[in-house]
Every structure is written in C-alpha cells, then in structure tokens.
C-alpha cells in the first residue's frame, strides 16, 4: 500500500507533476488553423467550459501531448491527445453588449479583448 | 459535466474579494482536509482528474455555497465511497461521534 510520508510532501509538491505523454500524435491543426469548438454536453468530466461550446477560434499554439483528461476521468485510461492553445475574441465568446458604455463601466474587457483556452483535439473541428 | 463549477459567465456573485496577506488555510480543519487528500491521492485509487470530477459531482446548491476546502472534502469523501474505502453510514458515524461532546 502506497503511503505518502511527512518528509516527502515538500518535494513532491515542489517537483509537481505533469500529464505530458511521451508519445507522438499527429497533430490535426496548425498555427493559425481556424476552429469551432464542438457543441458537447457530456455527463463526465470536459476541460471545455459552456462559455465556449460551438465558438470559433484560432489555434496560437501547439502545446504538444497530454492525458487526455475526459476519458482519464472516465475510466482511468491514459489517452494521449493534442492541447492548444485557442485565442477567441471576447466579442465571440459574450456577444456585443459588453461594450456599452454602462456594462465596460462595471469593469469588463475592451471589445477588443481576447481570451485564450488550453484545448484538447477532440473538442475541436476546422470551420 | 454541466455542474455548478462550471462558472464562467456566471452573474450575481458580486465582486472578488482579494484577502492582503491571503492565508493559506483559514482555519485548522482545511489543513487536515488538505493533508488528507494528497495523503489519499499517493495511495492511489484515484487519479487527478477523477479527483476534479468528484468535486464536480457535488449537490450544486451546496457547491455554490461551499468553500473551497469543502469542494475538496466533498469530492474525498465521495471518492472513499465509491472505492470501497469507506461507507457513507462510516461517515455519518464519525461525524455524529465527534459532534458529540466527550462525556
């Protein structure tokens, strides 16, 4: 039985861990690439939030491979999966009405703002 | 999963309150259910993101009222159940006993 002792906790905490996978996956996007985020209501755990279902975007970086944490959560099974970086305009995300001279007052973004999300392959599709 | 966590957009919270010289527990009780749960992770049952999902399992009413540390505790104890570890009647017990004054 695994048992974390008193003197590990600080280097374990300090080292951190990753759920980078050694593995190479062919990436489906490129720098640059148009997206939309699927329109997904899953029961299990997503790392894609309401807010961005079905927006569309543009793939800023490719962090490489990870455990894809949907299926991880689901049943345990380290999946390896693409995660990018996707800037979507903040214009896409919440619609016009920010930027009405009372709604940017109570201290939202500029019209002009993006916001960017860490997204894995499968949430997303080429427009 | 659509549950309470899942907050962004969100309205009617009013502003965040930014603690100067935030402390890291607020009281005694989160640094044991914090210690408790990497404890329970190293032993490895459950990995880190059926850990999350626990957490986002919660009665969303109680979620949205709850702290921080009692997001945690929550999914520890829901994750002890559902592997066997501990039942929920286990649970209740230790609770009613220690909310028993010693005679």
């Not at chain 1, 590990?8 to 593995?23: D, I, N, Y």
């Not at chain 1, 973004?109 to 999300?117: D, K, Q, R, T």
């Not at chain 2, 929550?74 to 004054?101: H, K």
Request: aromatic share 10%; proline share 7%.
């Amino acid at each position: 039985m695994p048992v974390l002792t008193a003197k590990q906790v600080e280097p374990e905490l300090r080292r951190g861990s990753s759920t980078r996978m050694a593995v190479d996956v062919d990436p489906r996007f490129r720098v640059g690439d148009e997206v939309i985020t699927r329109k997904m209501n899953p029961r299990g755990h997503t790392r894609l939030p309401r807010y961005a279902r079905g927006r569309r975007g543009i793939v800023v970086r490719d962090h490489g491979v990870f455990i894809f944490p949907d299926r991880h959560a689901a049943d345990g099974l380290k999946t390896p999966q693409r995660l990018y970086s996707v800037r979507f305009s903040h214009h896409e995300l919440w619609g016009p009405n920010h930027d009405r001279p009372d709604v940017t007052r109570a201290g939202f973004p500029p019209i002009n703002a993006s916001i960017f999300l860490d997204l894995f392959d499968e949430y997303l599709e080429s427009l | 999963m659509n549950g309470a966590h899942d907050l962004g957009g969100m309205h009617g919270f009013g502003p965040i309150d930014n603690e100067g010289d935030e402390p890291i527990f607020h009281a005694d009780w989160e640094r044991r259910a914090f210690a408790i749960t990497l404890a329970m992770g190293a032993y490895g049952a459950w990995n880190l993101d059926q850990s999350r999902f626990a957490r986002e399992c919660s009665d969303p009413a109680h979620y949205l009222s709850g702290s921080y540390y009692e997001h945690w505790l929550d999914g520890l104890e829901r994750l002890l159940i559902e592997s066997g570890l501990l039942s929920e009647q286990e649970i209740a017990e230790r609770v009613a006993d220690l909310a028993t004054p010693a005679a």
